[in-house]
Nanobody
Framework: QVQLVESGGGLVQAGGSLRLSCAAS????????MGWYRRAPGKQRELVAS???????NYADSVKGRFTISRDNAKNTTILQMNSLKPEDTAVYYC???????WGQGTQVTVSS
């Protein structure tokens, strides 16, 4: 069965950095596209960044130039490196396989001004 476990969230000041990690199991990781999503208080969940099985990446306009998504197929892990964080990046962050309905528990990111 699919399992995605996010980690690395926390409280950081504006301008700081965090590195989120997502460990996947129950799938052939290297064959799957992966995405990082977030849900801010009072807002709908949105796609932040995605990476295809071949390594192609896409980003929401709001995080371009600040966030970097990567994957390590040997470790079944997806990473979201977040730099120059802003208070508006505060949200619960989730990794997800876009073609599956499964959501992990997420990890809270809070950016103070």
């Amino acid at each position: 069965q699919v399992q995605l476990v996010e980690s690395g969230g926390g409280l950081v000041q504006a301008g700081g950095s965090l590195r989120l990690s997502c460990a996947a199991s129950g799938i052939i990781f290297r064959l799957n596209d992966m995405g990082w999503y977030r849900r801010a208080p009072g807002k709908q969940r949105e796609l932040v960044a995605s990476i295809s099985s071949g390594g192609s990446t896409n980003y929401a306009d709001s995080v371009k130039g600040r966030f970097t998504i990567s994957r390590d197929n040997a470790k079944n892990t997806t990473i979201l490196q977040m730099n120059s964080l802003k208070p508006e990046d505060t949200a619960v962050y989730y990794c997800k396989i876009p073609t599956l309905a499964y959501w992990g528990q997420g990890t809270q990111v809070t950016v103070s001004s």
